[in-house]
């Protein structure tokens, strides 16, 4: 998650403070994304960076707001 907080924060320009709390019952102790397994089983290849993909989800919000 940290990484993904980090992304959102360079993207967007926008300075924030995750809130940072205890797992909730039945979060796991740990979550890991990887795309080895993807890569190695099934020919898989990532073709966009973390922030591209946080910059074209921002992109997204900011054209279409609720």
């Known amino acids: 998650m940290r990484q993904i907080m980090d992304a959102m924060a360079r993207v967007t320009g926008i300075d924030f403070t995750p809130d940072v709390a205890p797992r909730r019952p039945g979060d796991p102790a740990r979550i890991v994304a990887s795309g ?9 290849a990532m073709r966009h960076t973390l922030d591209q993909m946080v910059g ?3 992109e997204a919000r ?5």
């Open 36 to 44: 080895e397994a993807a890569a190695r089983d099934l020919d898989w």
């Open 56 to 58: 074209s989800a921002w």
């Open 62 to 66: 900011r054209t279409h707001p609720a």
